[in-house]
C-alpha cells in the first residue's frame, strides 16, 4: 500500500479538497485493511477479497473508497445510513471483519496533538495526522453476514413489480398483499413526477 501522505493527497485530489474528514477516512481504510491482511486493496486478487459498510455520507466516506478502490458501482462498498464516523472492512474469503468508529473525544485533543497551530480547522486536520490510533479510533471485531444478493458481482436475482412493470434486482422487491412490488410502488418514493398528485402506496 502506499503511504499515508500519498493516499491522503491523492484522496483529496479526488474528493475536491483537503479536509480532517479525509485524514480520518485514509487513516480508517489504512487501517482496516491493515487489519484484514490486505496491502493492495485497490488492484487484483485483493480488490475482490474486500467489502466496505460506510455509515455516514460524508468526506470520510470519499477517502475509504479511495484508499481501498471499494465502489457502489462494484458493489463492494455499501452505505448504511446511520450518520456515524465509521466503516465496517470485511474480508470475503476469511469472514473477518473490523468495525471502526471515529472518536468523538478525538476532536478535543488537537489542541494537544497540534499546540503550534491557532487556526481550529487546520488544527484539527494536523492534529488527526499525528493522532494516536487509539485516541482516534475505537476498533473492534465484529461478525457480518454477508447476503448472496449483497455480494459483489453479476446480477444474480430479479424480479417484476406487479404494479408498474419495473425490473427490480439483487433481491430489493418487496411483497405485499401477496404481490410483488418495486419499493416505490409498496413504500413510496423521494420523487413525484411533476404534473402529478402524489403517488399512491398500493
Known amino acids: 500500500m502506499e503511504d499515508f501522505e500519498t493516499l491522503l493527497k491523492g484522496s483529496a485530489e479526488a474528493h475536491g479538497h483537503l479536509c480532517p474528514g479525509q485524514v480520518v477516512g485514509v487513516r480508517m481504510a489504512m487501517e482496516g485493511c491493515r487489519l484484514l491482511g490486505l496491502d493492495n486493496p485497490r488492484e487484483l486478487p485483493q480488490i475482490k477479497k474486500l467489502l466496505v459498510y460506510v455509515e455516514i455520507d460524508r468526506c470520510a466516506a470519499d477517502a475509504v473508497s479511495f484508499v481501498t478502490g ?3 458501482g462494484r458493489r463492494s462498498l455499501k ?7 465509521a466503516a465496517t472492512f470485511v474480508h470475503l474469503e476469511t469472514g473477518k471483519a473490523f468495525r ?32 494516536s490510533l ?3 479510533f475505537t476498533v473492534e471485531e465484529v461478525r457480518v453476514t454477508v447476503k448472496a444478493s449483497d ?9 417484476v ?5 419495473q425490473v427490480v434486482r439483487d433481491k430489493r422487491e418487496v411483497m405485499k398483499n401477496d404481490r410483488i ?3 416505490p410502488c409498496a413504500l413510496g418514493s423521494y ?3 411533476i404534473g402529478t398528485k402524489e403517488k399512491k402506496h398500493v
Open 70 to 72: 471499494v465502489k457502489l
Open 79 to 85: 452505505f448504511i445510513d446511520n450518520g456515524i464516523m
Open 181 to 183: 412490488l418495486c419499493r
Open 100 to 131: 471502526i468508529v471515529s472518536r468523538e473525544t478525538a476532536r478535543g485533543l488537537a489542541h494537544e496533538y497540534a499546540p503550534e497551530i491557532e487556526d481550529k480547522h487546520q488544527q484539527q486536520l494536523e492534529a488527526y495526522k499525528r493522532m
Open 134 to 136: 487509539h485516541d482516534l
Open 151 to 159: 455480494m459483489p458481482g453479476p446480477t444474480r436475482f430479479k424480479a
Open 191 to 193: 420523487f413525484e413526477p
Open 161 to 165: 413489480c406487479q404494479n408498474c412493470g
